[in-house]
């Protein structure tokens, strides 16, 4: 399986998320965001954390409309998947790929601390090795993390089983307690709370491990 990390100016968690597909069993590319195109082969692209762009104008705005990011709306349209977490989801929602907007936290402050996350689908080659209602121990760490979107968009996530995880404890004001959401086709998740960072053991929680061996195992077998 051949994953493409992307780098932003600003981007922090690139390398974390390289390393977790890597150990997960994957063949890694690294991207720069003003590259054009996608490495031939690619089967997920994965879009870090950080700040992009200083997160200038909107979070994940600018990074949006990157050049890299018309390769990766075209690999969406394509069937491809894309994994984007914290800084990633909020360049899922800039590009449309996903329905809603992360706005300011609802305490108006920055939250870093490891949170209780609640698998809330597992129809997703992310998530069908973990347990529906299952609790996971991931780290957090974003100030634009209020998931928001309009009460049909909410209806049909909720309907279509696409909240892929729920916050278990209050963290940031999301509408239905959202950290994460899955695409119309499945092929597409954008989440807050940080599995890469929840990989090993030395992180002090593998909890969020089974997304890249997931994610492997599938596109390995396909």
């Known amino acids: 399986m051949?994953?493409?990390?992307?780098?932003?100016?600003?981007?922090n968690c690139d390398r974390d998320l390289t390393v977790a597909f890597a150990q997960a069993g994957a063949r890694v590319s690294?991207?720069?965001?003003?590259?054009?195109s996608l490495p031939d082969g690619v089967d997920v692209v994965g879009i870090p954390g950080g700040f992009s762009f200083g997160d200038y104008l909107r979070c994940g705005a600018i990074a949006a409309n990157?050049?890299?990011c018309r390769?990766?709306?075209?690999h969406a349209g394509r069937g491809g998947y894309v994994l984007g977490i914290c800084n990633g989801f909020q360049v899922l929602t800039e590009t449309r790929l996903l329905p809603g907007a992360l706005m300011r936290n609802a305490g108006l402050k920055f939250v870093c601390r490891t949170i209780d996350l609640t698998v809330a689908s597992t129809d997703s080659v992310f998530t069908d090795g973990y347990q529906a209602g299952q609790t996971l121990r991931v780290p957090v760490a974003h100030h634009d993390g209020n998931y928001t979107a309009s009460a049909e968009e909410l209806s049909a996530l909720r309907d279509e089983d696409r909240i892929a995880f729920t916050y278990g404890e209050?963290?940031?004001?999301?509408?239905?307690d959202i950290a994460g959401v899955l695409s119309a086709n499945r092929r597409v998740l954008g989440m807050m709370p940080?599995?890469?960072r929840a990989a090993e053991e030395a992180q002090g929680s593998t909890d969020g491990r089974q997304i890249f061996a997931g994610l492997v195992g599938a596109l390995t077998a396909a």
């Open 30 to 36: 690294r991207v720069w965001h003003k590259d054009t």
């Open 66 to 68: 990157s050049p890299i």
């Open 71 to 74: 390769a990766v709306v075209a």
């Open 194 to 196: 940080h599995p890469e």
């Open 2 to 11: 051949h994953a493409a990390v992307i780098t932003f100016p600003g981007s």
């Open 170 to 176: 209050p963290v940031n004001g999301s509408a239905m």
